[in-house]
């Protein structure tokens, strides 16, 4: 029952993150969906991982392979970050579009690690079986 409660943690605050980046693109003030590009990221993010996990034999120590996809994982999620920043600062979109897609990226970036923890474990209830 414990796994179901972590899901639906997961999946409200997933749909927060999205409302968040929505909200950036979707507002009369603001009014440009450019923004939407961070979707991509987010898709993007998890699979250096999830490869690297599928590849690694030995999960305990570091190899090059886990070491190589977080360091891709990393550059994606800087990525994610620095998209909405270069549209403000080259007048795009507003400011406050973009606060509200880094707080949407904070949030789904979130999640997604909170995925990774509770159900990326080698237990019994892993995220293999969703």
């Known amino acids: 029952m414990a796994g179901i409660k972590a899901l639906v943690a997961l999946s409200f605050s997933g749909a927060l993150g999205l409302t968040f980046l929505l909200l950036g693109c979707a507002l009369e003030q603001f009014g440009q969906y450019w923004p939407m ?5 987010y898709i993007l993010s998890p699979l250096p991982n999830l490869i690297s996990r599928r590849h690694a034999y030995d999960t305990d120590s570091s190899n090059a392979c ?11 999620v800087v990525s994610a970050y620095g998209l909405p920043i270069v549209l403000a600062r080259k007048e795009v979109i507003q400011w406050g579009a973009c606060g509200l897609v880094m707080a949407g990226n904070s949030v789904i970036f979130l999640t997604i690690l909170g995925f990774f923890l509770i159900f990326g474990g080698g237990d019994d209830f892993s995220w293999e079986q969703w």
């Open 66 to 76: 886990k070491e190589l996809a977080y360091f891709l994982t990393t550059g994606i």
């Open 37 to 41: 590009f961070v979707l991509i990221f």
